[in-house]
Protein backbone atom coordinates (compact mmCIF):
# COMPACT_ATOMS: atom_id res chain seq x y z
CA UNK A 1 0.00 0.00 0.00
CA UNK A 2 1.25 3.38 -0.49
CA UNK A 3 -0.71 6.83 -0.11
CA UNK A 4 0.08 9.83 -2.11
CA UNK A 5 -0.87 13.84 -1.48
CA UNK A 6 -0.88 16.38 -4.12
CA UNK A 7 2.10 18.82 -3.96
CA UNK A 8 -0.44 22.03 -2.99
CA UNK A 9 -1.49 20.04 0.40
CA UNK A 10 2.10 18.87 1.28
CA UNK A 11 3.19 22.25 0.63
CA UNK A 12 0.54 23.68 2.72
CA UNK A 13 1.38 21.08 5.36
CA UNK A 14 4.92 22.21 5.43
CA UNK A 15 4.37 25.80 5.34
CA UNK A 16 2.06 26.01 8.16
CA UNK A 17 3.91 23.94 10.44
CA UNK A 18 7.38 25.19 10.06
CA UNK A 19 5.40 28.71 10.93
CA UNK A 20 3.96 27.72 14.05
CA UNK A 21 7.08 25.97 15.36
CA UNK A 22 8.93 29.70 15.31
CA UNK A 23 6.67 30.62 18.18
CA UNK A 24 5.56 26.92 19.24
CA UNK A 25 8.40 24.93 19.89
CA UNK A 26 10.10 23.47 22.55
CA UNK A 27 13.34 24.02 24.20
CA UNK A 28 15.71 21.82 25.01
CA UNK A 29 19.20 21.45 25.72
CA UNK A 30 20.21 18.81 23.48
CA UNK A 31 18.53 20.59 20.67
CA UNK A 32 21.50 22.86 20.60
CA UNK A 33 23.20 23.09 17.02
CA UNK A 34 26.80 22.13 18.70
CA UNK A 35 25.56 18.94 19.90
CA UNK A 36 27.46 15.94 19.10
CA UNK A 37 26.53 13.09 16.84
CA UNK A 38 27.37 10.93 19.94
CA UNK A 39 25.68 13.52 22.29
CA UNK A 40 22.54 13.12 20.28
CA UNK A 41 22.83 10.00 19.95
CA UNK A 42 22.26 9.51 24.04
CA UNK A 43 19.57 11.90 23.99
CA UNK A 44 17.74 9.69 21.34
CA UNK A 45 18.41 6.43 23.61
CA UNK A 46 16.87 8.24 26.60
CA UNK A 47 14.06 9.64 25.11
CA UNK A 48 12.96 6.38 23.37
CA UNK A 49 9.54 6.04 25.18
CA UNK A 50 9.91 8.77 28.08
CA UNK A 51 8.69 12.09 28.46
CA UNK A 52 10.59 14.77 26.99
CA UNK A 53 10.59 16.57 30.28
CA UNK A 54 11.96 13.48 32.37
CA UNK A 55 15.13 13.23 30.15
CA UNK A 56 15.64 17.27 30.53
CA UNK A 57 15.64 16.62 34.44
CA UNK A 58 18.63 14.59 33.93
CA UNK A 59 20.48 15.06 30.50
CA UNK A 60 23.14 17.72 31.30
CA UNK A 61 24.41 15.29 34.27
CA UNK A 62 24.70 12.36 32.42
CA UNK A 63 26.53 14.33 29.71
CA UNK A 64 28.71 15.77 32.19
CA UNK A 65 29.93 12.24 33.77
CA UNK A 66 30.47 10.61 30.37
CA UNK A 67 31.20 13.41 28.17
CA UNK A 68 32.61 10.84 25.40
CA UNK A 69 31.80 7.65 23.98
CA UNK A 70 34.91 5.98 25.66
CA UNK A 71 33.52 7.41 29.17
CA UNK A 72 30.35 5.51 28.32
CA UNK A 73 31.69 2.25 27.33
CA UNK A 74 33.49 2.37 30.63
CA UNK A 75 31.05 3.04 33.04
CA UNK A 76 30.04 1.38 35.89
CA UNK A 77 26.40 -0.02 34.67
CA UNK A 78 24.89 -0.06 38.25
CA UNK A 79 26.03 3.75 38.72
CA UNK A 80 24.59 4.34 34.85
CA UNK A 81 21.60 2.40 36.07
CA UNK A 82 21.35 4.65 39.06
CA UNK A 83 21.67 7.89 37.25
CA UNK A 84 18.81 7.50 34.72
CA UNK A 85 16.51 5.93 37.23
CA UNK A 86 13.82 8.53 36.87
CA UNK A 87 13.28 7.63 32.88
CA UNK A 88 12.26 3.60 33.90
CA UNK A 89 13.45 1.08 31.36
CA UNK A 90 15.95 -0.64 33.51
CA UNK A 91 17.52 -1.82 30.62
CA UNK A 92 18.21 1.50 28.75
CA UNK A 93 21.50 1.85 31.12
CA UNK A 94 22.94 -1.79 30.15
CA UNK A 95 21.94 -0.84 26.45
CA UNK A 96 23.63 2.54 26.67
CA UNK A 97 27.29 1.20 27.94
CA UNK A 98 26.76 -1.69 25.17
CA UNK A 99 26.36 0.92 22.25
CA UNK A 100 29.28 2.96 23.39
CA UNK A 101 31.35 -0.35 23.26
CA UNK A 102 30.52 -1.23 19.86
CA UNK A 103 30.92 2.34 18.88
CA UNK A 104 34.36 2.38 20.53
CA UNK A 105 35.53 -1.40 19.19
CA UNK A 106 33.99 -0.88 15.50
CA UNK A 107 33.98 3.02 14.37
CA UNK A 108 36.93 4.01 16.66
CA UNK A 109 34.25 6.14 19.24
CA UNK A 110 33.10 7.83 16.32
CA UNK A 111 28.95 7.49 15.92
CA UNK A 112 28.40 6.30 12.43
CA UNK A 113 26.67 8.21 9.70
CA UNK A 114 25.11 5.86 8.04
CA UNK A 115 21.40 4.18 8.00
CA UNK A 116 22.84 0.46 8.33
CA UNK A 117 25.74 0.75 10.40
CA UNK A 118 23.55 3.02 13.11
CA UNK A 119 20.92 -0.25 13.14
CA UNK A 120 23.78 -2.12 13.78
CA UNK A 121 24.18 -0.54 17.06
CA UNK A 122 22.39 -2.19 20.55
CA UNK A 123 19.08 -0.32 20.91
CA UNK A 124 19.27 1.48 17.54
CA UNK A 125 15.66 1.43 15.94
CA UNK A 126 14.94 2.79 12.63
CA UNK A 127 13.49 5.77 14.46
CA UNK A 128 16.43 6.62 16.53
CA UNK A 129 19.00 6.20 13.36
CA UNK A 130 17.36 8.55 11.49
CA UNK A 131 17.39 11.14 14.32
CA UNK A 132 21.01 10.97 14.75
CA UNK A 133 21.14 11.28 11.05
CA UNK A 134 18.88 14.11 10.58
CA UNK A 135 19.91 15.72 13.75
CA UNK A 136 23.68 15.09 14.23
CA UNK A 137 24.60 14.93 9.96
CA UNK A 138 21.75 17.25 8.95
CA UNK A 139 20.48 14.48 6.41
CA UNK A 140 16.94 15.01 4.84
CA UNK A 141 15.76 11.76 6.72
CA UNK A 142 11.75 11.56 8.19
CA UNK A 143 11.57 10.27 11.81
CA UNK A 144 8.35 8.08 12.14
CA UNK A 145 6.74 6.95 15.78
CA UNK A 146 3.50 6.91 17.35
CA UNK A 147 3.03 10.61 17.76
CA UNK A 148 4.23 11.08 14.22
CA UNK A 149 1.68 8.67 13.43
CA UNK A 150 -0.97 10.09 15.02
CA UNK A 151 -0.62 13.12 13.31
CA UNK A 152 -0.80 11.36 9.78
CA UNK A 153 -3.95 9.58 10.48
CA UNK A 154 -5.45 12.90 11.57
CA UNK A 155 -4.57 15.07 9.10
CA UNK A 156 -3.98 13.02 5.82
CA UNK A 157 -6.56 9.89 7.33
CA UNK A 158 -3.27 7.62 6.24
CA UNK A 159 -3.84 4.31 8.28
CA UNK A 160 -1.48 1.07 8.52
CA UNK A 161 -2.70 -2.14 8.61
CA UNK A 162 0.48 -3.66 9.91
CA UNK A 163 0.00 -4.45 13.77
CA UNK A 164 3.36 -2.41 14.17
CA UNK A 165 2.64 0.67 12.03
CA UNK A 166 6.02 2.27 12.87
CA UNK A 167 7.72 -0.51 11.02
CA UNK A 168 5.39 -0.02 7.87
CA UNK A 169 7.70 0.42 4.99
CA UNK A 170 5.00 1.79 3.11
CA UNK A 171 4.25 4.61 5.97
CA UNK A 172 8.29 5.42 6.02
CA UNK A 173 7.81 6.41 2.59
CA UNK A 174 4.88 8.38 2.89
CA UNK A 175 6.55 10.35 5.96
CA UNK A 176 9.92 10.62 3.71
CA UNK A 177 7.87 12.77 0.84
CA UNK A 178 6.57 15.30 3.33
CA UNK A 179 10.08 16.03 4.45
CA UNK A 180 11.20 19.63 2.96
CA UNK A 181 14.77 18.98 1.15
CA UNK A 182 16.76 20.92 3.32
CA UNK A 183 14.60 21.70 6.27
CA UNK A 184 14.49 18.43 8.09
CA UNK A 185 15.53 18.99 11.33
CA UNK A 186 13.35 22.25 12.10
CA UNK A 187 10.37 20.30 10.22
CA UNK A 188 11.05 16.66 12.16
CA UNK A 189 11.34 18.65 15.58
CA UNK A 190 8.07 21.12 14.19
CA UNK A 191 6.24 17.61 14.09
CA UNK A 192 7.27 16.28 17.40
CA UNK A 193 6.69 19.67 19.39
CA UNK A 194 3.06 20.03 17.17
CA UNK A 195 2.04 16.61 18.98
CA UNK A 196 3.24 17.19 22.09
CA UNK A 197 1.37 20.47 22.51
CA UNK A 198 -1.29 20.69 19.78
CA UNK A 199 -2.17 17.21 18.21
CA UNK A 200 -2.06 15.81 21.11
CA UNK A 201 -3.16 12.07 21.96
CA UNK A 202 -6.05 12.89 23.91
CA UNK A 203 -8.82 16.39 23.45
CA UNK A 204 -6.39 17.41 20.61
CA UNK A 205 -6.59 21.54 20.41
CA UNK A 206 -7.93 21.62 17.00
CA UNK A 207 -9.57 25.30 17.79
CA UNK A 208 -6.01 26.59 17.84
CA UNK A 209 -4.82 23.94 15.19
CA UNK A 210 -2.90 26.34 12.26
CA UNK A 211 -3.19 23.12 10.09
CA UNK A 212 -7.27 22.81 10.93
CA UNK A 213 -8.14 23.51 6.91
CA UNK A 214 -6.10 20.90 5.98
CA UNK A 215 -7.29 18.38 8.45
CA UNK A 216 -9.13 15.43 7.32
CA UNK A 217 -9.90 14.50 11.41
CA UNK A 218 -10.37 18.27 12.50
CA UNK A 219 -13.06 18.80 9.87
CA UNK A 220 -14.90 16.12 10.85
CA UNK A 221 -14.82 16.78 14.39
CA UNK A 222 -15.16 20.44 14.99
CA UNK A 223 -17.89 21.31 17.60
CA UNK A 224 -20.70 23.38 16.92
CA UNK A 225 -19.15 26.20 19.14
CA UNK A 226 -16.59 26.47 16.30
CA UNK A 227 -18.89 26.77 13.82
CA UNK A 228 -20.29 30.00 12.83
CA UNK A 229 -24.51 29.44 13.48
CA UNK A 230 -26.67 30.92 10.20
CA UNK A 231 -28.46 33.90 10.94
CA UNK A 232 -32.17 33.31 12.50
CA UNK A 233 -35.51 35.08 11.27
CA UNK A 234 -37.51 36.60 13.69
CA UNK A 235 -41.18 34.51 13.85
CA UNK A 236 -42.83 37.61 12.72
CA UNK A 237 -41.15 38.61 10.17
CA UNK A 238 -43.96 40.56 8.23
CA UNK A 239 -44.56 43.13 11.29
CA UNK A 240 -45.71 46.58 10.35
CA UNK A 241 -43.84 49.15 10.63
Same mark, same amino acid.
Given at each position: ?5 ? #? ?10 ? #? ?16 ? &? ?11 ? /? ?7 ? !? ?53 ? /? ?12 ? /? ?10 ? #? ?14 ? !? ?5 ? &????? #?? @? ?23 ? @????? /? ?41
Amino acid at each position: MSWHIS #DARREAFQHRLL #DWYRIGRRRFSWRNGKRS &AYETLVAEMLLRK /TDAAKVAAI !FEGLIASYPRVKALAAADEAALREQIRLLGIFDRARLLRLTAQQILDRHAGRVPS /TLSELLALPGVGRY /TANAVLCFAYRR #DAPLLDSNIIRIFERV !FTVRSSK &ARPHE #DV @ALWSFAEQLVPPGRATTYNRALLDF @AATVC /TAAKPRCASCPILFLCDYGQKHQTVAQVPAPPTKPENSSSKP
